[in-house]
């Protein structure tokens, strides 16, 4: 949720707050939603505008947990779920930000988008490394502190709330990714070693203490530790005229939050006097220390009551329920996570939040008005000098706000309307389980879709339209128990940098359908999402040619091919391109370093050796005989690749996983048009990956870091458009080594072509226009004569051209150029 200001306030007093930690054997409760979008910046080294490096992005997630396992760490990941309703204000807040960034974004961006895929791929990342986690029904901070209270034991987020949750607390951004080694013969004789993950045994020692060396007979204690920061609340309230822990939730409500705006509050800012405080800390830094010290003075009810005296009648019922709401949110004590991950407690616990209520149930609010904190004002004013808390928000009665507290109110009768909701079993079960993604509860719970946009044309629809159909679908399945048939879409506007509500009503399933949620693999259900294909028959007996990892992702791209009129055949080229790399080159490699200097300097022995040696091999027949399969045809030629011709082929393709050099330059720039083209293509995955999961995967799930890496097919269709033959440059040029990866090429391109046969002739030549020259004083003395010869001149090159075909490289674009120079 996140309190405002508080993280720049500990940072700027990091000395006082935080204190070194060793982290190691032990458990530690994860924020996986933090931790997953901490990672995707850090593996980022420059942040593109391509629609996510998924692949890299697993591996980089797989080796952070590696880290924590080899430090004998076990860690409980918890995700966050749907949107509460009193957050609307501010996702929609968010969404604004979001379209601004993607309407101006350039291919080399110093602004964090998030790619749409990657929560499925950090929960990819997660079960490949058998890490236990649990994706909670809604926000799941409170879930978060009540687990590490229970298990005693820090959290890793990088989240300003857990600053005020009674909670061990590890900042993400002190923790280090490296190992440390230390191994001690006693308090005054140790080391302390990094430890060399690459190459086993050469540790090295950064401290020592004692003399000699340490004797392995002699050693009582070894182990491996990340090196971080710990902060504690003991660290805030302090021990000496300290403040009231129960007082930390309404610290942060003051400083305002996702559920309370500081303008709401700006009369009580205004009001209220505090001691002198240093001109040299910032504003915001300056309100914290203020609130702190007016708060030691106050119980939770008489600063509650103080603060609604600062309010309109009409406002003060409103603010009171946000008051509550908020409060109590931050002392809850119920948590689902510890059964779930196979704890039992041996006493029930008590929780706070009932005794915290029972401030706020002894008096009315008319009690509260009338009520004169004489005391406490006596107290503040007794300070020889003082000063009013910095504001720098817009006034509390401007018509804004007034709607705000309607809008308040509002929300207030549809949440008493959902007090009773109740979960489905089956729904909570694989949602809780991370088959899903979070956006199914928001559908399910509150009839409402957030569509944040990926990076794409603002001037088209947006990305997610060519999916409304499968979203209505979903919608209709999670609602089958006749809880409703309307539901509200958030997105963004054509050609307007703003958000819009688009309304879907009356969306229910089809009369001859009857949807059984517990059904294992229901395959027929899923063909009627796909009806509207001319083929949807063939499409899917097709689909079962494929092997089983490969089936849902080509559904996607036929479907997508088929509802996107701007997909051509060169998305189909680079696409499968990008499969061939992930899943058949990949797995060849020893170092998959997509760094070209770093790759080529450690095998470049290797690689000279196995360019010498090659010879051109005859390209191996598609089909060996008529009953082969198409699983057959792969499966024998994925078997037939070699390491030598894998890595000489990815030598050619590396260059292709970096940025252009010109996509820096200052007026770089980008195709907007390919972009929102395979946006559409991740938009449709989303969905139809998620309606996958409702109907208990009749394909196997889509495991998106086997297939896509957005920079690396953005590249491979800028090179491929230039091409006269596609088809002739990547098996001459591209796969020149290999003769079977060609192959395989070509059998996955026949196969999408085979079910949309319109992408056969899509491809459409680029010219490559020179510039004109500017025409100097000379040149207009040219004689007639000169352009006699001129003209000559060219009909000799055009038939110097027609009588050397042999020579020519059609997928050259500068192969004329090179010619007329010789």
Same mark, same amino acid.
């Given at each position: 949720m ?6 720049t306030y500990i ?5 006082r707050?935080?204190?070194p930690?060793?982290?190691h054997?032990?458990s530690?409760v994860?924020d996986?939603?933090n931790?997953?979008?901490?990672l995707f $910046?850090?593996?980022e080294?420059q942040?593109?505008?391509?629609g ?8 980089a997630?797989?080796?952070?947990f590696?880290l ?5 760490v076990?860690?409980y990941?918890?995700l ?11 996702v929609c807040s968010?969404m ?8 101006y ?5 110093n ?6 895929l ?5 929960v990819?990342a997660l ?5 236990p986690?649990?994706?909670?029904l ?21 989240d ?7 909670v ?8 280090t990714?490296?190992i440390?080694?230390r ?7 140790y080391t ?12 090295? $020692? ?5 003399d ?6 002699q ?7 990340l090196?971080?920061s710990?902060?504690?609340?003991e660290?805030?309230?302090?021990s ?5 822990p ?5 610290f ?9 705006e500081?303008?709401?509050?700006s009369r009580?800012?205004s009001t ?18 203020a609130?702190?010290k ?10 509650t009551?103080?603060i609604l ?13 946000q008051?509550?709401?908020a ?15 196979g ?14 209520l029972?401030h706020f ?5 008319e009690a ?9 004002e ?5 300070d ?10 817009d006034?509390?009665?401007s018509a804004?706000?007034?709607?705000e ?10 949440d008493?309307e959902?007090s ?5 079993p089956w729904?909570?079960d694989?949602?809780?389980a991370?088959?899903?993604?979070r956006?199914v ?15 794409e ?11 409304y159909n499968?979203?209505?679908? =979903?919608?209709?399945?999670l609602?089958?128990?006749n809880?409703?048939?309307n539901?509200?879409?958030l ?7 703003h ?9 229910q399933?089809?009369?001859? =359908?009857?949807?059984?949620?517990n059904k294992e693999?229901?395959?027929?259900? /899923? ?7 001319a083929?949807?028959e063939d499409?899917?007996l ?6 089983i ?5 080509f ?15 060169i998305h ?6 990008c /499969?061939?790399?992930?899943?058949y080159?990949?797995?060849h490699?020893?170092?998959k370093?997509?760094?070209?200097k770093?790759?080529?300097t450690?095998l470049?022995?290797y690689l ?12 191996p027949d ?5 009953d ?6 792969i499966?024998?030629l ?15 393709l590396?260059?292709?996983f970096? =940025?252009p050099?010109?996509n ?7 195709d ?13 995955m ?13 394909f ?8 896509y890496?957005g /920079?690396?097919?953005?590249?491979l269709?800028?090179? /491929? ?7 002739e ?11 079977t990866?060609?192959a395989?090429?070509?059998?996955f391109?026949?196969f999408?072509i ?6 056969k ?5 680029i ?8 025409k ?6 040219m004689?007639?004569?000169?352009k006699?010869q ?11 051209d ?5 020579f ?10 090179m010619?007329?120079g010789?």
């Open positions: 996140g309190v405002r200001g508080l993280t940072a700027t007093n990091a000395e707050f935080l204190r930690f060793e982290l054997d032990c530690l994860i996986g939603d931790l997953c979008i901490q $910046v850090r593996s080294e942040v593109g505008a391509f996510g490096n998924y692949d890299h992005y697993f591996r997630v797989v080796a952070f590696e924590l396992a080899k430090c004998n076990q860690p990941v918890l966050d779920g749907g949107y509460e309703r009193n957050k609307l204000k501010t968010r604004l930000g979001r379209i601004q960034i993607v309407k974004v350039k291919a080399v961006s602004r964090t988008i998030i790619p749409l990657i929560r499925e791929v950090f990819d079960r490949a490394m058998r890490v986690f649990m994706r909670c809604f926000e799941a901070d409170n879930e978060i502190a009540i687990l590490a209270r229970k298990l005693n034991c820090p959290v890793l987020s990088y300003s709330d857990f600053y005020i949750h009674n061990k607390y590890i900042p993400y951004v002190t923790i990714h490296k440390y080694r191994v001690v013969e006693s308090e005054q004789k302390i070693e990094l430890v060399d993950r690459k190459n086993k045994g050469r540790d090295r $020692v950064l401290a020592k203490q004692g000699g060396d340490i004797q392995p007979d050693i009582q204690e070894a182990f491996c530790y090196d971080c710990l902060y504690t609340i660290q805030l309230i302090g000496e005229d300290s403040l009231n129960e007082m930390l939730p309404l942060a409500t003051l400083l305002g939050n996702d559920y309370i500081r303008r709401v509050l009580f800012y209220m006097k505090v001691g002198k405080v240093s001109r040299k800390v910032a504003p915001q830094q300056r309100r914290i220390v609130i702190l007016w708060l030691r003075h106050h119980s939770v009810q008489s600063a009551k103080t005296n600062q309010v309109q009648d009409k406002r003060r019922d409103a603010l009171m329920r008051l509550r709401g409060m109590y949110g931050y002392n809850c004590e119920e948590c689902t996570s510890y059964e779930y991950f704890f039992q407690d041996e006493a029930e616990a008590e929780g706070n939040a009932d005794n915290f029972e149930e002894d008096d009315s609010s509260i008005v009338e009520q004169e904190l004489v005391d406490e006596k107290t503040l004013e007794t020889s000098v003082s000063e009013e808390i910095p504001d720098e928000e006034d509390p009665e804004s706000d007034e709607t507290y309607a809008e308040s109110e509002k929300e207030e009768e549809q008493c959902l009773c909701f109740t979960w489905e729904l909570v694989i949602y809780q991370g088959l899903t993604p956006f509860v928001d559908l399910y719970h509150s009839s409402q879709y957030i569509n944040y946009p990926q990076v044309n603002i001037a088209k629809p947006d990305s997610n339209e060519i999916c499968i979203l209505r679908y =979903i919608f209709a399945l609602k089958s128990s809880r409703g048939h539901f509200r879409y997105t963004r506007c054509q050609n307007v940098a958000y819009r509500w688009v309304k879907f009503q009356e969306v399933l089809p009369e001859f =359908i009857s949807f059984h949620p693999k229901n395959m027929p259900l /899923l063909k009627v999402a796909f009806d509207e294909l083929n949807c499409v899917f097709k689909l079962h040619e494929l092997p990892n490969q089936r849902l992702y559904l996607c791209i036929i479907y997508w091919a088929f509802k996107s009129d701007s997909v051509s055949c189909v080229h680079a696409l499968i391109l /499969l061939i790399q992930l899943q080159v990949d797995k490699l020893t170092n370093s997509r760094d070209q770093v790759f080529q450690n470049k022995t000279d050796t196995q360019k010498k040696s090659f010879a051109k091999s005859s390209t598609l089909r060996q005989n008529e082969e399969t198409t699983t057959q045809i499966k024998r994925s078997t037939a690749v070699k390491k030598p011709e894998a890595t000489l082929s990815y030598e050619i590396l260059p292709h970096s =940025i050099e010109r820096y330059r200052r007026h770089a720039e980008f907007r048009e390919v972009a929102h083209t395979f946006a559409e293509l991740q938009a449709v989303l969905n139809v990956f998620t309606l996958n999961a409702l109907l208990r995967h009749p196997e799930p889509l495991r998106v870091h086997e297939f890496n /920079l690396f097919i953005h590249n269709y800028q090179s /491929l458009k230039t091409r006269s033959d596609p088809m440059y990547i098996r001459r040029t591209i796969f020149r080594y290999s003769s990866l060609s395989l090429h070509l059998v391109y026949e999408v085979g079910l949309v046969p319109r992408l002739n899509s491809h459409h030549t010219s490559v226009k020179s510039k004109p020259k500017k100097s004083k000379n040149s207009k003395r004689s007639s004569n000169r006699r001129d003209v000559e001149l060219n009909k000799d090159e055009v038939d110097a027609s009588d050397s075909d042999e020519s490289d059609v997928n050259n674009m500068f192969h004329q150029l010619i007329s010789q």
